[in-house]
């Protein structure tokens, strides 16, 4: 495939796109993934999360008598779309002399820019809400001292204690708290070591104390660390671009990110523009099915 060609079948250039970001998103493996018609306008009202229990205990209830009322206030917020986006050159040489590198490049630079920007946006998110559960680390994770077990132990504690049936089971790692976490005497000690799905042979540490998916991300701040029921914390919804706006954009299978991508030559300038673009409205929604793990 060549420069020219890639240049006129912008779908080529999306399925290569969608290759190098599906999956890679943390914030659409965290959050539940909405629908267009949820943002349609730009904007979207939803509800947090409060007690699953009536304010007022169920009494008894003489004959004719009228039965207790039980109230709650849910008060309505709101979450905007936000255009999130970055264009690339590819120069009239670089297509005249084939290229192709460069559009590589391009094309990986642009994913990972991409997906930098929302995944940072989702950790601000989660670990800037007031209303997250908020717990301190028994003490830097990569000290002997520290009982990281326990650490994570309570947070799960602290989200099922919630009595909302939330179930903690995602771990979300800076890098350097993953290599803690691995490289912890205690978990080495109590991982079977037999077997072959074991830290040695993958690479992450799995299974532990009940975490189906353990995401690691250098979006979020070292020292901090994210235990969450996945899919029930919050929301993700991208709205569609009107087909008159230029924009295309391809999936590769149900929950994936759109992607949207627009190729346009540049007036005035002998070059291409290679434009990826998304456009996402998140929020929290069950904060309290979350924990925030500071000083780690």
């Given amino acids: 495939m060549t420069v020219d060609a890639l240049l006129r079948r912008p779908t080529v250039l999306l399925r290569n796109l969608a290759d190098l970001v599906n999956q890679r998103f943390v914030a659409d493996q965290i ?36 039965f207790p009322m039980a109230g709650w206030s849910e008060a309505v917020y709101s ?18 002399r084939n290229q192709i590198d460069i559009v590589s490049r391009s094309q990986r630079k642009l994913a990972n820019g991409m997906v930098k920007f929302v995944d940072t ?14 717990q301190v680390a028994s003490g830097d994770w990569s000290t002997a001292a520290t009982d990281i077990i326990a650490d994570l132990a309570t947070a799960r504690r602290t989200v099922e204690d919630q009595n909302e049936g939330y179930m903690a089971d995602t771990l979300v790692l800076n890098p350097a708290q993953n290599h803690d976490l691995f490289l912890d005497t205690d978990i080495r000690n109590a991982l079977p070591r037999e077997a072959k799905n074991g830290p040695i042979q993958t690479g992450r540490v799995m299974p532990i104390l009940g975490f189906d998916k353990i995401i690691i991300t250098p979006q979020l701040a070292a020292g901090t660390v994210l235990v969450l029921t996945s899919k029930v914390i919050g929301t993700i919804a991208d709205e569609s671009p009107d ?16 992607i949207y991508m627009k190729i ?26 979350a924990v925030k793990i500071t000083g780690a």
């Fill in 121 to 134: 946006l989702a950790m601000s998110l989660l670990t800037t809400d007031p209303d997250v559960n908020t």
């Fill in 264 to 289: 346009y030559a540049k007036e005035g300038i002998d070059e291409w523009r290679v434009r990826v673009a998304r456009f996402p409205a998140m929020w929290i929604a069950e904060p309290k099915s």
């Fill in 79 to 96: 979450a905007f779309v936000k255009k999130y986006g970055l264009e690339v050159p590819i120069s009239f040489e670089a297509r005249r």
């Fill in 243 to 258: 087909s008159s706006e230029g924009y295309q954009s391809y999936s590769p299978g149900a929950g994936f990110a759109p």
């Fill in 31 to 66: 959050f539940t993934r909405g629908s267009s018609e949820q943002v349609a306008g730009g904007a979207v009202w939803y509800q947090r999360s409060e007690s699953l229990f009536p304010n007022r205990d169920v009494e008894e209830v003489g004959v004719r008598s009228e």
